[in-house]
Structures are given as C-alpha cells and as structure tokens.
C-alpha cells in the first residue's frame, strides 16, 4: 500500500531524504470523501435529496429540467462549479459578443468521409466522458451550476459559399474569437463547422474552457486517435468530473483558504498593470502574440540552477516574469496570476480525468526583498503554498487583498504547462487529416505561456496591441539570464541591482534623453540686446498699444536707469524687485536691472498684500522698482529704496552701454512659485541657463527680424521672460498687452492690429481665444501652448482656429528654467494621448524618465520626469534643505550634473517623445485604482457639448471620490446623467466622477491658467449619504442588493462595489433580478451602472424599449391578420 503524501509537500522537500522524512514525521492530509451522485439513471424528476453537491430547491429544479432537452430523463449529475469555472463564466456573461474563453482548432482532411468518420469518433468519446456533456446554467439559481446530460453530441454546421468565394476565409470569419459564442447552457461545449473547398474539407472546432484544459485537450487527442485505430479496448476507464468539484469543495476550507491569502494579500494596495493594462474583462481579440524558444545552454543552466538550488525550474521563471512585470508596470512589489495545474490535490486517477481542473490564482513577489538567492527561494515557497490552495476560488483570493471590491488584482497571466518535445505515437490515425492551426485567449491583456518540454522551454508571449510584445518578450529573457548569471557568479547580489534593459535600449532611451546641443553663447542676454540694437538701431523692439520704442532708444533708456542702479549699490548678486504695470518702461526696467549687473525679483501689484509683503521680505531686495500710481498700494517695508519709473529723471546718466562684469554663474532673476507649505518659494536663476535657453528656442521657433512675438503672461510667471525677451534677442518686435485687452476679443482685435505672427499662451486660454474666432480665424505663423497639460481636444481646435505653420507645445517648471521640453505637431495629427506630448530636450538639456529607484524606464512605462543639462536654476532662495530634496545628483553624469525631480508623471512614446500624464501629486488612488486626472477630463473634452472640464478628487462620506466641473459650448446644454452615461462607455466605472458640476465658466488664474483652488465645493446633495430608494424598480432592487450583498439598507446612491460586490455576486443579481422583476440585466450593465440609481434606470430604459417593440409586435401581427382574412 502506498503512502499518502501531498504535492506541496514535494516541493517543500524536493530532495529525496528530506522528503521521506517529511513522509515519516509530518501528518498528511487526509482523502476527501466523494458523495455519490443520487440521480437514478431511470430518474424523470428529480428532488433536491439527490443532488450530494448542491443546494436547490424544487422551483430551481424545475427550471433546470426545463432548459434542458428531454427534461430530467436527460440529466445525469448537476453539481456547482470548479473555481475557475466560475471566474470563465462571469467573463463570458459579461461579453455581449465573442468570447475569451474559447479555444478553436482548424483540421483539414481530405474528404468528407474522413471528416464524418473523425467527427463520429469525437461523440464516441463525449458520449464516454460526463464534463463533455455539460452545460452551465445560472438563470434563476441561487448559484449557477453545470449540468450533465445522458445524451449530447457534436453536429457538423456546413457553411455554404458562393462562387469564387474563399471557403478558408469564410470560415475563419464565421468562427473569428472575437465575434463567436457558444450558448454554454447547451451541450455539448464543442462546435463543429465544416466547408468544402475543391480539394478538401476545413473543420474548425471551437471549444468552450468551462469544459476542457491543456490536458484534457490531450487526452482527448488521444482518445479520438485509438478509436479511429480501433483500438477501443486501450481506452482507460473514464474518470468522472465531480470527484474533482467535490475536492474543491469539501476539501481545504474556506476559512484556511481566506486565512492564507490575507497573509499573502492584505497589504496589497494596488494592481500591477503592466504598460498601465488594466482592462481585465476583454474577449481576447486585438492581441498581439510572440513565440520564443530558449537557447540550448540557457535551458540547461536554468534546470541546473533549479537542481542544485532545490527548487523548481518553474519559480526561476515565475521570479523572471515578476521582473519583466516590475520593469513595464514600474512597480518593485508585482502580483500576477499563476496557472496552476489543478490537478495535484483533486484526488486519485486525476492526470486522466477530462475537464477543467487548472485555476488561476495570485502570485506576489517582492522584488526588493532581498538577494537573487533568496527572492527564488521565497518564490519556491510561495509556489508551494499555493498548491495547497490550487482549489481556492480567485474571487475569495481578491477579497483578501488590500483592495476594495470590483478592482482587479493583476491583470498580467503566467501560464507553466508541462510537456514533452516528443510527439507521441498516433499510428495511422490522422492518415490524411492535417492540422493547419489553433488558436486562444484569455481576457487578461498580458499573458505568458511556458511550455516546459522536458529539455527545452519555449515561450508564447501575448499582449494587447500596440504595446509590443517582442520587448515584453525580450525583457523575460533578458531576466532568466540575469538569474542565471547572478546565481552562477554572485547569489548574494540584490535582485533590485540586477539591470533587465539591455545594452542597446539604454542606449537608445539616453539618446531620447540628451539633446546633444552645442554649447550656446556664454555672453549674458542683455549684451544679445545690445549687439541688436547696434546692428540695427531703428527696428522697432517693444510696442506698447500706440507707443513703440525701437532697439536705440530701448538700449539708451535701459543704460541710462542702469548707470542709476550701479550708482545706488546694484551689482552681481544684488536682488532689485519690481512692481510695475505691462507698459514699455516694465521692459526697460526689466534689462536695465540686468546691464546693472543685479537679479530682478518681478512683484505682480494684482497679488494679495500679505503675499507681496513676504516676498519682500524673503528676497532680501534692498530696491524696488515701481510707477507712481501703484507705489501706495504695495506693503512696502521700511528701509526699502523705491524708485518711481514714471517719475525719475535720468537724462543726467550716461547713455553708454554698462560694463559690468558677470559671468553665467551670477544670477540673472528670481520668481517665485506656489509652495506646498502655503508659502510661496523662490526659483533662482543664473544668467548661463536663461541665455542657454533663450538662444535655443530661438533656434527652435525660427524666430527672425520678421516676427512680433506677444507678451501675455504676468512678470510673476516665467513664460513672461522668454515673451519679452526672446523677440529681442532676435532682432523681432515683442508686443506687450495691456491687462485690459485680455478678454478674447479685445486680444483678437490687438494681435490683428499689431500684426502679431506668434504668441504663447496657455492652453486654457488658447480655448478660449479659439472658440470666438470667425471663419477667417486668427492667422499668425507660430502658436505656442505652454504652462499647463494640453488636452488633446483642445489642440485640435487651436489648429483650426488659428491656422498656424507651425504648432508648438512647449513645457517646463520653473526650476527648468521656462520650457526644457518642445513637441512640434502638424495640423493633422491625430493624438492618441490624452494630452499633448511635450516632445523632446531642447538646448543643452536633458530630460530623463525615472522610477522611484532612479532608474531609467522603457518606451511605454510611465515614470517622473528628471531635467538637466545647463538649464537648470541654481535651487530655491533660503531653502537648502527643499533644493537638496528636489535638484539631486545626476546619476548618468560622470562629471557631477545635477537633475531636477518635476513631480511630474510622463512616458516615451514609440517615437521618442515625451507624453505627459499627469501630476503624481495629482494622481489619486480611487477604490485602490491610481487614476491620472487628465485621462478623465480628456474624456470630458471629447464630449460634443463640454467646451471646458477639470477633475479634481476630494473626500465624500464613503471616502475619496473624483468630481468633475464642466462647462458648456456656446448653446449647448449639459444632462448630467447622459454625461455620466457617456463617460461610462469610456472609462471604467471608478474613474466616472460622482460628482459633475456644471459651471457658467471654469474660473482662471492671473496666467491664463484653470484656478483649482476657486472652484466650488461639491453640492452637498451631491454625496453618497444615505437617500432612500425611489419608485417601485429602485425598491425591488435595493431587496435584491440587501439580499445578495448580505447588509441590512441599500440606497439609491449605494455603489454595488463599495458595499463588498464582485463578479460572482454579480451573477446572482443578474439572475434574481431576471427572475422577480421579469427584466434582462447584462452582467456588463452591472459594471457599467454599479450605483442603484443608475442600474435602475437601465432597467426602466430597458423595459421602456421592450414595452415599444412589444406594441410594434402587436402592430405587425394586427397587419397580418388582415392581410390573411
């Protein structure tokens, strides 16, 4: 007699001694007893008393026998699903159309007699095996359950074709995955469909996962082959399915299942999303797939290391597909699904049963956890613990998880199927059948199947497209090398130093990263200014409404007030605020300051005193430059010097060009910038960066004599220096625009007039520009949007109403020094982002995507953003400890650089450009999902009636939620529940705000910019407070929630989700709301209406439309019957 003895057992002691020790010492489980199945084979009614698996009462009896063909006479077993079972069919429930559980086969024989004969012998064969004659039922049933018939066989669907038709193509189209479905509640699971070509006949099977894993396919092959040898005799004894349900479900409990994967999962707050894929209720189609095989001596040292280390060749390649995941999910803790065979612990006889048997169950690995050494062995370990839990339903292994109901652990399949490279021996059996290819899915967008074949391994990689899965592919074998080498060389070495990118792509992402730009002009940019107004001395320079001032009289004024300056103590280093209005001396005060040799520190008079007067205070100015008229409003302090521009008489001074000296180390301005702290900080800028910078763009915006450049934006804000100076530098005109002329039209009027050929602004008020333009449109040469994220949308109608050559996205922070990055589009672009990108490093620049380890990150991932090169400011005024923490070391540049930490969430595109997410500070985590604000108001913008959207997440009764603010285009109306509808086929329901506020206009900063902070608080009805449900639908369906849900009130604003909902329960409110309200609900309008109030209204909408066809009906038949009498 044999030992009784567990699979995980075996793994835990994989050594021979230490495994019959384990034997010896440690209790072994103890073999699940198998209730008989009490249905009679005479049977024609069944009770509940003979079902040994289920609970149903008469009623749910009832509806069973009357979906079934022959009734109870037909039906040998019904008994509840296998773990998996259940999660395949809420998938294939909540697809309207195809469905990723389906595997299909293409056969070709070579004429129909064979094909009759195959088909004939695969009904032998399900006549042969319970699981092949099942069908799953759900409707009306407290659980859904599968169902075996006495009698069900496969019929060949011949397709007709007409002439000249491709009979292959018309076949792969009928039976395409992405549109095919098999009505799993009739048996048997299997389709056949056939068409004629001229020489042969095509057979596609496809074929439902409920019934049938990888094994089960082979046995199967098997079976089919002795039978068409006839060789019957040699066909084992079948092995009925409902041992292995019965294991799953009387075997390891759920509370030790619940208690094992809390400790695994508890403290898991998000989901690893690879490539940011999270979508886990696909069909399957639109996958790109990859197959890969491992070299010879990589195979070997991979099996030598799992010998000699003790543990399974399957934990190197479940801790290799952690990394890969790590590196395209920017995460350091991965959770992905694992494929577990399911038939180690189902009971004896197992290998040989036909059905289900393989479960999908979490796998966590920590990556930062320790050495290479140990993170394998603690992936073994786990690994082992799982099989021990290989029945455990995934639906319970996710609600141990950190995360709230309906939110999706992974979304990310590791698949370990073991083979054999040798074909086995099918005689004749498959004379003149050829096997012309096969075909499956699975409803996670990133899978990777591993065919262990004994000696080799081979790889099947498998993504959504346009992701790639070639590089996925790459960076799983990149990593089983790097395991590899690290355990041959240096065991003890951290997993987290072992590098996945190869050679070349670091390479490349470094080229994207460094702009390679030769060094600029040292000179500071006032002695640009100069050289122009020496070359040419009469080109106008600044205009000012009717007043100009050309390159001349700007240098002589300018020098003049500069002599001044030097004269009362203004030099290197010497901080000079100013406080004027837009007006030509704010320009001659601006590089009077500079010639002086001082620093500007720009004091915007609109500001709040209290903010004025601590900036005076922080900057440390000793002098302030300012106009008569606003000199009584400002909070001067005493002993502050104050010079009136308006007032002061400098024809005394010299008109001679100042010769101060400077180097580009001597600092050039100081702006200050919001602070986390509530105060303000101060951004210090050398005069080596701002010319760097200056001169680059100059180069990048072509900009000549020609041009006149506007300058919109408030001194306060850093885009105003390169308005006003980079026209200068180039000899062109810069336009300065009175605050008065600010409202659209007023500025539309000013740039025709002044005969403006580009501006700057931000791309809030470029919308707003842009939606008062007539036919004609505002036509100047250069359009640059900058200060804010771009929304997509609103590029397209700039490009519209402005009709420029060229159309320029540029970005940066302050601590950049203005905008280190530019993206340059057409008008024909189609973004596929939600903003803008943001392009590539201009000047001597470098932009880097990083992950928390400062790590550089692929194509695709998303990752902060890090700024260096020359432009970059010296750090923030009296602030070491915050310029310490935000300017760091630059770990890619040998001489000592430093790089800028944005804050900011971007990624590189395909093509080496930036696209830029979101904040990271602006990144909010909803029900454990990380949402990037952007992503929901670009889907607001492409709404027809939204002329402006912004989303912002704050905290209702049930914890954070997203609200959104909308406006309307002129004319337009917004209904705030068709909005939300419409948002709901976009976005996943989290990220539906639950809160929309429609607004007259979103209100704007003094730069143009959205004002968050002025936006209104959420209604106060607008919470998910307790709001009785309303109307005789509402009611019926809160009974159902409350009863299903197991709570004791439901509301009308309750979420499903948020009251512990998930797919399986799902499934029941769909079959008892079909059953008490008499009404259709898809288990995907669960999903997209999870609020009671809303999934009601589908329900009234629903019945609305049934009501109108039921009367259309009764219209035709009232037709017909006079048509007839």
Same mark, same amino acid.
């Given at each position: %007699?044999?030992?009784?003895?567990?699979?995980?057992?075996?793994?835990?002691?994989?050594?021979?001694?230490?495994?019959?020790?384990?034997?010896?010492?440690?209790?072994?489980?103890?073999?699940?007893?198998?209730?008989?199945?009490?249905?009679?084979?005479?049977?024609?009614?069944?009770?509940?008393?003979?079902?040994?698996?289920?609970?149903?009462?008469?009623?749910?009896?009832?509806?069973?026998?009357?979906?079934?063909?022959?009734?109870?006479? @037909?039906?040998?077993?019904?008994?509840?699903?296998?773990?998996? %079972?259940?999660?395949?069919?809420?998938?294939?429930?909540?697809?309207?159309?195809?469905?990723?559980?389906?595997?299909?086969?293409?056969?070709?024989?070579?004429?129909?007699?064979?094909?009759?004969?195959?088909?004939?012998?695969? *009904?032998?064969?399900?006549?042969?095996?319970?699981?092949?004659?099942?069908?799953?039922?759900?409707?009306?049933?407290?659980?859904?359950? %599968?169902?075996?018939?006495?009698?069900?066989?496969?019929?060949?669907?011949?397709?007709?074709?007409?002439?000249?038709?491709?009979?292959?193509?018309?076949?792969?189209?009928?039976?395409?995955?992405?549109?095919?479905?098999?009505?799993?509640?009739?048996?048997?699971?299997?389709?056949?469909?056939?068409?004629?070509?001229?020489?042969?006949?095509?057979?596609?099977?496809?074929?439902?996962?409920?019934?049938?894993?990888?094994?089960?396919?082979?046995?199967?092959?098997?079976? $089919?082959?002795?039978?068409? =040898?006839?060789?019957?005799?040699?066909?084992?004894?079948?092995?009925?399915?409902?041992?292995?349900?019965?294991?799953?479900?009387?075997?390891?409990?759920?509370?030790?299942?619940?208690?094992?994967?809390?400790?695994?999962?508890?403290?898991?707050?998000?989901?690893?999303?690879?490539?940011?894929?999270?979508?886990?209720?696909?069909?399957?189609?639109?996958?790109?797939?990859?197959?890969?095989?491992?070299?010879?001596?990589?195979?070997?040292?991979?099996?030598?290391?799992?010998?000699?280390?003790?543990?399974?060749?399957?934990?190197?390649?479940?801790?290799?597909?952690?990394?890969?995941?790590?590196?395209?999910?920017?995460? @350091?803790?991965?959770?992905?699904?694992?494929?577990?065979?399911?038939?180690? %612990?189902?009971?004896?006889?197992?290998?040989?049963?036909?059905?289900?048997?393989?479960?999908?169950?979490?796998?966590?690995?920590?990556?930062?956890?320790?050495?290479?050494?140990?993170?394998?062995?603690?992936?073994?370990?786990?690994?082992?613990?799982?099989?021990?839990?290989?029945?455990?339903?995934?639906?319970?292994?996710?609600?141990?998880?950190?995360?709230?109901?309906?939110?999706?652990?992974?979304?990310?399949?590791?698949?370990?199927?073991?083979?054999?490279?040798?074909?086995?021996?099918?005689? *004749?059996?498959?004379?003149?059948?050829?096997?012309?290819?096969?075909?499956?899915?699975?409803?996670?967008?990133?899978?990777?199947?591993?065919?262990?074949?004994?000696?080799?391994?081979?790889?099947?990689?498998?993504?959504?497209?346009?992701?790639?899965?070639?590089?996925?592919?790459?960076?799983?074998?990149?990593?089983?090398?790097?395991?590899?080498?690290?355990?041959?060389?240096?065991?003890?070495?951290?997993?987290?130093?072992?590098?996945?990118?190869?050679?070349?792509?670091?390479?490349?992402?470094?080229?994207?990263?460094?702009?390679?730009?030769?060094?600029?002009?040292?000179?500071?940019?006032?002695?640009?200014?100069?050289?122009?107004?020496?070359?040419?001395?009469?080109?106008?320079?600044?205009?000012?409404?009717?007043?100009?001032?050309?390159?001349?009289?700007? *240098?002589?004024?300018?020098?003049?007030?500069?002599?001044?300056?030097?004269?009362?103590?203004?030099?290197?280093?010497?901080?000079?605020?100013?406080?004027?209005?837009?007006?030509?001396?704010?320009?001659?005060?601006?590089?009077?300051?500079?010639?002086?040799?001082?620093?500007?520190?720009?004091?915007?008079?609109?500001?709040?005193?209290?903010?004025?007067?601590?900036?005076?205070?922080?900057?440390?100015?000793?002098?302030?430059?300012?106009?008569?008229?606003?000199?009584?409003?400002?909070?001067?302090?005493?002993?502050?010097?104050?010079?009136?521009?308006?007032?002061?008489?400098?024809?005394?001074?010299?008109?001679?060009?100042?010769?101060?000296?400077?180097?580009?180390?001597?600092?050039?301005?100081?702006?200050?910038?919001?602070?986390?702290?509530?105060?303000?900080?101060?951004?210090?800028?050398?005069?080596?960066?701002?010319?760097?910078?200056?001169?680059?763009?100059?180069?990048?915006?072509?900009?000549?004599?020609?041009?006149?450049?506007?300058?919109?934006?408030?001194?306060?804000?850093?885009?105003?220096?390169?308005?006003?100076?980079?026209?200068?530098?180039?000899?062109?005109?810069?336009?300065?625009?009175?605050?008065?002329?600010?409202?659209?039209?007023?500025?539309?009027?000013?740039?025709?007039?002044?005969?403006?050929?580009?501006?700057?602004?931000?791309?809030?008020?470029?919308?707003?520009?842009?939606?008062?333009?007539?036919?004609?449109?505002?036509?100047?040469?250069?359009?640059?949007?900058?200060?804010?994220?771009?929304?997509?949308?609103?590029?397209?109608?700039?490009?519209?109403?402005?009709?420029?050559?060229?159309?320029?996205?540029?970005?940066?922070?302050?601590?950049?020094?203005?905008?280190?990055?530019?993206?340059?589009?057409?008008?024909?672009?189609?973004?596929?982002?939600?903003?803008?990108?943001?392009?590539?490093?201009?000047?001597?620049?470098?932009?880097?995507?990083?992950?928390?380890?400062?790590?550089?990150?692929?194509?695709?991932?998303?990752?902060?953003?890090?700024?260096?090169?020359?432009?970059?400011?010296?750090?923030?005024? *009296?602030?070491?400890?915050?310029?310490?923490?935000?300017?760091?070391?630059?770990?890619?540049?040998?001489?000592?650089?430093?790089?800028?930490?944005?804050?900011?969430?971007?990624?590189?595109?395909?093509? #080496?450009?930036?696209?830029?997410?979101?904040?990271?500070?602006? =990144?909010?985590?909803?029900?454990?999902?990380?949402?990037?604000?952007?992503?929901?108001?670009?889907?607001?913008?492409?709404?027809?009636?939204?002329?402006?959207?912004?989303?912002?997440?704050?905290?209702?009764?049930? #914890?954070?939620?997203?609200?959104?603010?909308?406006?309307?285009?002129?004319?337009?109306?917004?209904?705030?529940?068709?909005?939300?509808?419409?948002?709901?086929?976009?976005?996943?329901?989290?990220?539906?705000?639950?809160?929309?506020?429609?607004?007259?206009?979103?209100?704007?900063?003094?730069?143009?910019?959205?004002?968050?902070?002025?936006?209104?608080?959420?209604?106060?009805?607008?919470?998910?407070?307790?709001?009785?449900?309303?109307?005789?639908?509402?009611?019926?369906?809160?009974?159902?929630?409350?009863?299903?849900?197991?709570?004791?009130?439901?509301?009308?604003?309750?979420?499903?989700?948020?009251?512990?909902?998930?797919?399986?329960?799902?499934?029941?409110?769909?079959?008892?709301?079909?059953?008490?309200? @008499?009404?259709?609900?898809?288990?995907?309008?669960?999903?997209?209406?999870?609020?009671?109030?809303?999934?009601?209204?589908?329900? @009234?909408?629903?019945?609305?439309?049934?009501?109108?066809?039921?009367?259309?009906?009764? $219209?035709?038949?009232?037709?017909?019957?006079?048509?007839?009498?």
């Amino acid at each position: %007699q044999g030992l009784p003895a567990s699979v995980k057992r075996l793994f835990q002691h994989p050594q021979l001694a230490a495994f019959a020790a384990a034997l010896e010492s440690e209790p072994q489980p103890a073999e699940v007893v198998v209730p008989p199945n009490r249905i009679p084979a005479d049977c024609t009614a069944i009770t509940p008393e003979m079902l040994t698996l289920v609970e149903l009462d008469q009623e749910e009896i009832g509806r069973i026998e009357a979906a079934v063909p022959g009734g109870a006479a @037909n039906i040998q077993d019904i008994y509840p699903l296998a773990p998996l %079972q259940e999660g395949i069919l809420f998938h294939h429930l909540i697809q309207s159309e195809g469905d990723a559980y389906i595997a299909r086969t293409l056969l070709g024989f070579d004429k129909r007699a064979r094909l009759e004969g195959f088909i004939a012998s695969l *009904n032998q064969v399900i006549a042969r095996h319970d699981i092949l004659r099942t069908g799953v039922h759900w409707e009306g049933l407290r659980e859904p359950v %599968q169902v075996v018939h006495r009698h069900a066989e496969v019929r060949v669907h011949w397709l007709e074709t007409g002439p000249g038709e491709d009979a292959r193509a018309r076949l792969d189209e009928y039976v395409a995955l992405g549109r095919y479905r098999i009505d799993v509640r009739k048996a048997p699971l299997i389709h056949a469909v056939a068409v004629q070509q001229p020489d042969r006949c095509l057979l596609a099977l496809p074929c439902h996962h409920l019934i049938s894993d990888h094994t089960t396919l082979e046995l199967l092959v098997g079976e $089919i082959a002795l039978l068409q =040898q006839g060789r019957n005799a040699e066909l084992l004894e079948p092995v009925p399915f409902r041992r292995f349900v019965a294991q799953a479900k009387l075997g390891v409990s759920a509370a030790e299942h619940q208690a094992f994967f809390t400790r695994l999962l508890g403290d898991v707050a998000e989901p690893t999303a690879p490539f940011g894929l999270l979508d886990v209720r696909g069909d399957g189609s639109g996958v790109e797939e990859t197959r890969l095989s491992l070299e010879a001596p990589l195979a070997r040292a991979i099996r030598e290391h799992a010998r000699s280390r003790g543990v399974s060749a399957a934990s190197l390649f479940h801790l290799a597909w952690a990394m890969a995941l790590g590196v395209v999910a920017g995460r @350091n803790d991965v959770v992905f699904g694992t494929v577990l065979f399911g038939r180690m %612990q189902a009971g004896a006889q197992a290998d040989k049963a036909m059905g289900l048997f393989i479960n999908t169950l979490p796998m966590r690995i920590r990556l930062r956890a320790g050495s290479v050494l140990e993170c394998l062995e603690q992936t073994h370990r786990t690994l082992s613990d799982l099989l021990h839990h290989e029945h455990a339903s995934l639906a319970l292994a996710q609600r141990c998880s950190g995360l709230p109901g309906g939110t999706p652990l992974f979304s990310a399949l590791l698949n370990y199927r073991y083979g054999s490279s040798e074909k086995p021996d099918y005689g *004749n059996a498959w004379q003149g059948l050829e096997a012309l290819g096969g075909e499956e899915r699975t409803n996670y967008p990133v899978t990777l199947s591993v065919d262990d074949l004994g000696e080799g391994f081979d790889l099947v990689v498998q993504v959504v497209r346009p992701t790639g899965t070639r590089r996925l592919g790459d960076y799983m074998l990149q990593a089983l090398s790097a395991i590899v080498d690290a355990l041959g060389e240096a065991p003890e070495r951290a997993l987290s130093d072992v590098p996945l990118l190869s050679a070349a792509e670091r390479e490349q992402l470094k080229g994207w990263s460094e702009n390679g730009a030769p060094p600029a002009s040292a000179a500071p940019i006032h002695r640009l200014i100069e050289a122009q107004a020496a070359a040419h001395p009469d080109a106008v320079a600044v205009i000012f409404g009717e007043a100009q001032l050309s390159y001349g009289e700007l *240098n002589q004024r300018a020098n003049q007030l500069a002599h001044h300056l030097t004269g009362r103590g203004v030099g290197p280093e010497v901080k000079v605020g100013i406080a004027v209005e837009r007006s030509l001396e704010m320009v001659v005060g601006l590089l009077a300051i500079l010639k002086a040799g001082g620093a500007y520190v720009p004091l915007d008079p609109e500001y709040p005193a209290e903010r004025l007067g601590y900036m005076m205070d922080d900057s440390g100015i000793g002098l302030l430059l300012t106009q008569r008229a606003l000199r009584a409003q400002l909070p001067l302090p005493g002993g502050l010097a104050v010079l009136e521009l308006d007032t002061l008489a400098l024809t005394a001074e010299p008109a001679h060009n100042p010769d101060v000296p400077l180097s580009g180390e001597n600092l050039a301005y100081v702006i200050y910038t919001s602070g986390s702290t509530g105060r303000p900080k101060a951004v210090a800028v050398a005069h080596a960066p701002l010319a760097m910078h200056l001169q680059a763009v100059i180069g990048q915006f072509g900009l000549s004599p020609n041009d006149r450049l506007l300058q919109f934006a408030s001194l306060s804000f850093d885009a105003a220096v390169s308005q006003w100076a980079s026209p200068l530098l180039a000899g062109a005109a810069t336009v300065i625009l009175a605050a008065e002329d600010r409202e659209t039209a007023r500025l539309t009027a000013e740039a025709r007039a002044r005969g403006l050929t580009a501006f700057h602004l931000p791309p809030a008020y470029l919308r707003e520009l842009a939606a008062t333009q007539d036919e004609s449109g505002l036509p100047v040469r250069l359009c640059i949007g900058g200060g804010e994220a771009w929304p997509a949308e609103n590029y397209r109608t700039a490009c519209k109403a402005f009709m420029p050559e060229r159309l320029v996205n540029s970005y940066g922070p302050t601590e950049a020094v203005i905008s280190p990055c530019v993206w340059e589009g057409r008008r024909d672009d189609i973004l596929q982002s939600a903003y803008v990108p943001i392009g590539r490093p201009v000047g001597e620049r470098k932009a880097y995507v990083l992950d928390t380890e400062l790590n550089l990150t692929p194509a695709g991932v998303a990752g902060e953003l890090y700024l260096g090169g020359v432009g970059l400011a010296r750090g923030y005024l *009296n602030r070491p400890g915050l310029s310490a923490e935000r300017f760091i070391a630059d770990p890619y540049d040998e001489s000592g650089g430093r790089l800028y930490r944005t804050g900011d969430l971007v990624r590189w595109n395909a093509e #080496g450009e930036l696209e830029y997410l979101g904040r990271i500070d602006h =990144q909010v985590k909803i029900r454990g999902f990380r949402i990037e604000l952007g992503e929901v108001e670009a889907q607001l913008l492409a709404q027809p009636q939204i002329r402006e959207a912004v989303v912002v997440a704050d905290e209702g009764p049930g #914890g954070a939620r997203l609200v959104g603010y909308v406006s309307a285009q002129a004319g337009a109306e917004i209904d705030t529940a068709e909005l939300r509808t419409k948002l709901g086929e976009q976005l996943p329901d989290y990220m539906v705000p639950s809160v929309l506020m429609v607004l007259d206009a979103l209100p704007l900063n003094a730069n143009g910019k959205i004002d968050r902070k002025a936006l209104p608080k959420a209604e106060a009805g607008s919470t998910q407070a307790y709001e009785a449900p309303q109307g005789e639908v509402e009611e019926q369906l809160a009974a159902i929630w409350a009863e299903v849900l197991g709570v004791e009130r439901v509301g009308r604003q309750d979420s499903f989700f948020e009251l512990g909902g998930h797919s399986l329960l799902a499934i029941q409110i769909v079959a008892r709301v079909g059953d008490r309200l @008499n009404q259709s609900l898809s288990l995907r309008e669960v999903f997209l209406h999870p609020r009671l109030m809303d999934m009601a209204s589908a329900l @009234n909408q629903g019945e609305e439309e049934q009501s109108v066809a039921d009367v259309l009906a009764s $219209i035709d038949a009232f037709i017909d019957d006079l048509e007839t009498a």
